[in-house]
């Protein structure tokens, strides 16, 4: 399974865009990459997932380079309410639906 | 939306107690995962469902049981609590058995003393 490195903390501050860089250097090729966040005392929640390339929902970007071996979340504007632990997951098809979950970039927004 | 719940958000036992947390989601998904969360150590799989009547262990199954009688209901059982499963612990579920979305309860903290 696929192991990710991501950093471990993050400062910011309110609107500003905020790159978080994972890196995943034995991706297999039917492998995806997904991330998601979580708040305090709450289950983590699905950002975006992509494959390839770049990847936009309402929320973030995900910016995939053509080796795949490391991907970016961006977060554009970011305010006070994105502050929580973001998780960069790699895995496919064939692990059944697993999660495989490291331990995440601390994202601290300020005022 | 998909709506997943879990019995209790706080739950405190004593050392051998039989412990049950339940999870119940609306969305008529066909996985449901149960997770430990400690802090150092990330979020760990401790069992899966797919199917009714149907599990799998995890990475940390020891000292666990899961129970799927129905399709939305998948409960956790500590058959004998100990002070190191005193954890955060959430269900998830997922539609299918392709690398998908899953969507996560809001945890119950378990404290055993």
């Known amino acids: 399974l696929a192991k990710t490195t991501q950093p471990i903390s993050m400062d910011s501050y309110e609107g500003q865009e905020v790159n978080i860089t994972c890196s995943h250097n034995?991706?297999?090729?039917?492998?995806?990459i997904t991330w998601y966040q979580q708040f305090p005392s709450q289950g983590p929640r699905f950002i975006i997932q992509?494959?390839?390339t770049k990847v936009t929902n309402e929320v973030a970007s995900l910016f995939i380079p053509a080796d795949r071996k490391s991907s970016t979340l961006s977060l554009p504007r970011v305010s006070l309410s994105d502050t929580a632990v973001y998780y960069c997951l790699v895995g496919g098809d064939n692990q059944g639906g697993k999660l495989i979950f490291g331990q995440g970039t601390e994202l601290s927004v300020k005022p | 939306d998909v709506k997943v719940t879990q019995s209790s958000r706080y739950l405190v036992k004593r050392t051998g107690e039989k412990v049950f947390l339940e999870c119940v989601q609306d969305?008529?998904?066909?996985?449901m995962f149960w997770y430990r969360q400690d802090p150092g150590l990330g979020l760990r799989l401790i069992y899966f469902s797919y199917d009714v009547k149907m599990k799998e262990k995890g990475d940390i199954p020891e000292g666990y049981s899961v129970s799927r009688e129905k399709k939305e209901r998948f409960s956790l059982i500590l058959e004998s609590a100990s002070t190191n499963q005193t954890s955060m612990y959430l269900c998830?579920?997922?539609?299918?058995?392709?690398?998908?979305?899953?969507?996560f309860g809001p945890g119950t903290r378990l404290t055993v003393l």
């Open positions: 034995n991706i297999a090729t039917n492998d995806y």
């Open positions: 998830a579920t997922g539609q299918d058995v392709g690398y998908n979305e899953q969507f």
């Open positions: 992509g494959y390839k």
């Open positions: 969305m008529d998904h066909e996985n």
